[in-house]
């Protein structure tokens, strides 16, 4: 039978080709909600346009014949950090022939240094307006996927993300904010400490209606749990639209192949602790991931 091999985070893993004349049978992951492995700075690019498209498709499937979700983008260029970038691109160039400089009718040799070219990275970030059909320049919702770029203290996509927050809650438009990533600084709306006084959260997701002030409405998950099933506000007393996070992250880690790209047999990017550490690891070889 023909195999071949598919890089994977972390090391290989030998797996069937995707050719293939039989059905294909879908790759859950492991984990019942957010796979914490997608964490990777290298795999969350992929991961965050999943999520946006196929929630823009989910939405578009559903939404009531005078609305339509758009899918929006953020254009910005940074001079990146290697963590949180790991596409930026380092070019090292030979170092100069030695340089002599004449100090009182000597001849002294400079000492070569290391030359290094930093190239700035281009940031692509999308996001999903739903517009009011017949008035496009009215933006109902906006649902944003935080990135490691919105979460880096100090970065240019920080400043960008909460300056765009700040906005959309001086409008009448909804917004709801998606964060996946354990690492970072607190970016969403609700301040940490409120949410902690609530119990312990992996994950956030938040809504803020559009008008309503300082109220929001928070689905907070652990990494043991399904991702939840939120609403989507409308406008004109419309009510709210279902929207099953869960059933798009599965499609998202199915259709994304992440089953032949992750090396489970590691610690996650960002490593998990304690109990939840152990509760990982069970799972893991129990559903034989890890050996």
Request: charge should be negative; glycine fraction near 8%; aromatic fraction near 8%.
């Amino acid at each position: 039978m023909l195999r071949y091999l598919v890089r994977t985070v972390g090391g290989p893993h030998e797996v069937l080709p995707s050719h293939t004349t039989e059905e294909r049978t879908p790759m859950p992951s492991p984990f019942p909600g957010m796979d914490p492995y997608l964490e990777h700075p290298a795999l969350w690019p992929g991961v965050h346009q999943g999520l946006i498209t196929f929630m823009w498709t989910t939405l578009n499937a559903v939404l009531p014949p005078r609305y339509t979700a758009s899918i929006g983008e953020r254009l910005y260029v940074v001079q990146p950090e290697r963590d949180i970038y790991p596409d930026v691109m380092v070019l090292e160039r030979p170092a100069p022939h030695p340089v002599r400089q004449m100090t009182e009718g000597t001849a002294v040799a400079i000492d070569p240094p290391w030359v290094l070219t930093i190239e700035p990275v281009e940031i692509r970030e999308v996001f999903i307006e739903i517009l009011a059909i017949g008035a496009e320049d009215q933006v109902v919702t906006v649902i944003e996927v935080l990135s490691p770029a919105n979460k880096a203290p100090g970065s240019s996509g920080r400043q960008l993300y909460l300056t765009k927050q700040r906005g959309v809650f001086e409008s009448q438009t909804h917004l709801i904010e998606i964060d996946f990533l354990r690492r970072g600084e607190h970016t969403i709306a609700v301040p940490r400490e409120e949410l902690r006084r609530r119990g312990p959260w992996d994950y956030l997701i938040c809504l803020h209606r559009g008008g309503q002030g300082k109220r929001y409405e928070v689905w907070a998950t652990t990494v043991r749990q399904r991702l939840p099933r939120i609403g989507v506000p409308l406008a004109h007393g419309d009510p709210d639209m279902a929207l099953d996070v869960q059933a798009i992250f599965n499609r998202l880690y199915d259709e994304g192949g992440y089953a032949r790209r992750i090396d489970y047999r590691r610690a996650p990017p960002a490593p998990l602790a304690g109990d939840d550490a152990t509760w990982a690891g069970a799972l893991l070889h129990e559903r034989g991931w890890q050996e």
